[in-house]
């Protein structure tokens, strides 16, 4: 089993950043994709940010220029960067990884921009 935890939610103005960290432990062989979902609406889950193990990475349209993602191999870590926030990146962030075992999420942690 993985175990996937999140944190650095939090509450911001709009114009602000936040970071998002995100780490998986637990029997791990291989991660080979990491990334970050939100709930905009309904049950699913879109994708915002995406990384691979060879560092390729894939943004949702509506952050690409905002948001950068990373990840350190060594520490199973994936971060967020979150920059020029707007009321409407306001929603709870997931933090997925595909491990070689399997699909496995993160509980989520809240993002709320002002405006």
């Known amino acids: 089993q993985v175990q996937v935890v999140e944190s650095g939610g939090g509450s911001v103005q709009a114009g602000g950043s936040l970071r998002l960290l995100c780490t998986a432990s637990g029997s791990i062989r291989k991660i080979e994709v990491m990334g970050w979902f939100r709930r905009v609406s309904g049950k699913k889950r879109d994708l915002v940010a995406q990384?691979?193990?060879?560092?390729?990475?894939r943004y949702a349209d509506s952050v690409k220029g905002r948001f950068t993602i990373s990840r350190d191999n060594a520490k199973n870590t994936v971060y967020l960067q979150m920059n020029s926030l707007k009321a409407e990146d306001t929603d709870i962030y997931y933090c997925n990884v595909g491990e070689f075992s399997g699909n496995y999420w993160g509980q989520g942690t809240q993002v709320t921009v002002s405006s």
């Open positions: 990384i691979n193990s060879d560092g390729a990475t």
